[in-house]
C-alpha cells in the first residue's frame, strides 16, 4: 500500500518549488518562449492562496500591477523595486501583503495576504504581460471589500495608462478614503490623461501620487519602503524611522503638497 502522507508531501513540495511543471512531449521540439499560460496562471492563484498568513500581522497591505503590455519593456524593473519594498519591511512590524494584477481580457488575480513575502516575489516573475485594457476600478472595489471584511492600511497601484470612466474610479477612491485606505499611485510614463485620473486616485483617497522613472529607480524603492512601513506601523512609524523618504511620505499623507 502506498505511504499516502508521502505521497502528499511530495504534492506540496512540487507545488511551492520554483521550477515549472513539466509538459507532456510535444511532436515539435522547437523551443518556446517562457509565458505564463492560463494553467500557470490557474497554478500561481492556488499556490498563493495556500501560503499561510501569520494571524500576529500588524498591517494589510494591496500591491496591484497593470500588466497589460504596455508594461511589458520596465516589468523586470517593477518587479526588483516591489521586491526591494517587500525586503524592506522585515524591521518595521509583521506586514501581510497581497498581490493583484490584471491583464487581457477581463483577467483580474488576486493572492492570498500572506506574510512569506518571497514566495509573493516568486510568484510576481512569473506573470508576464498580455495586451487588455485597464481595470483600475476593479483593483479599487477589490480593496473596498478586503478592507470591509478586515482593514486594509494601504492600496499600492502601479500602471502606466488608464482606460475608464474617471468618475466611477473617483467614487471608489473617495469610498476608500472614507475607510482609510490611501492609494498610493506609482505612475510609469508620462500619458497626461492617465496622470490625472491617477493624481484625483491619489486625492481622494488621501494618498500620494508618484512617477515611476527607470531613471528614479532608488528613489521608488526608497518611497515603496516608506508605503510599507506606514502599513505595518502607521504615522508613527514613519516619524520613528525618520528617513527622508519617510519625512516626504508624511508630508504628502498630511496634505503639505499642493
Not at 178 to 195: C, K, N, S, Y
Not at 218 to 244: D, H, I, K, Y
Request: glycine share 8%.
Amino acid at each position: 500500500m502506498l505511504d499516502l502522507q508521502a505521497v502528499r508531501q511530495r504534492h506540496i513540495l512540487n507545488r511551492m518549488s520554483d521550477k515549472k511543471q513539466p509538459v507532456p512531449a510535444r511532436a515539435d521540439p522547437a523551443p518556446v518562449k517562457p509565458q505564463s499560460s492560463t494553467g500557470e496562471i490557474d497554478a500561481f492563484v492556488r499556490q498563493a492562496r495556500t501560503l499561510a498568513a501569520s494571524s500576529t500581522g500588524s498591517g494589510r497591505l494591496i500591491l496591484a500591477l497593470d500588466a497589460t503590455m504596455s508594461r511589458q519593456p520596465t516589468w523586470d524593473l517593477a518587479c526588483a523595486l516591489q521586491g526591494e519594498m517587500f525586503d524592506a519591511v522585515g524591521k518595521a512590524g509583521a506586514l501581510k501583503v497581497q498581490l493583484v494584477y490584471f491583464r487581457g481580457l477581463g483577467e483580474c488575480r488576486s493572492s492570498a495576504f500572506v506574510t512569506n513575502t518571497d514566495a509573493l516575489k516568486q510568484l510576481m516573475t512569473r506573470i508576464e504581460c498580455r495586451s487588455g485594457h485597464t481595470q483600475i476600478g476593479k483593483v479599487l472595489a477589490h480593496a473596498l471589500k478586503q478592507t470591509a471584511a478586515s482593514k486594509v492600511n494601504a492600496l499600492v497601484y502601479i500602471g502606466d495608462a488608464m482606460e475608464e470612466n474617471v468618475d466611477d474610479l473617483a467614487a471608489k477612491a473617495g469610498s476608500l478614503g472614507l475607510h482609510g485606505v490611501p492609494v498610493f499611485v506609482f505612475q510609469e510614463g508620462h500619458d497626461t490623461g492617465a496622470e490625472k485620473a491617477f493624481k484625483e486616485i491619489a486625492r481622494l483617497s488621501k494618498g500620494a501620487w508618484f512617477r515611476f522613472d527607470r531613471r528614479a529607480a532608488a528613489t521608488l524603492a526608497s518611497l515603496l519602503s516608506a508605503v510599507a512601513v506606514f502599513a505595518a506601523g502607521g504615522l508613527t512609524a514613519l516619524e520613528a524611522r525618520g528617513r527622508p523618504e519617510d519625512r516626504l511620505m508624511i508630508e504628502h499623507l498630511r496634505g503639505g503638497r499642493k
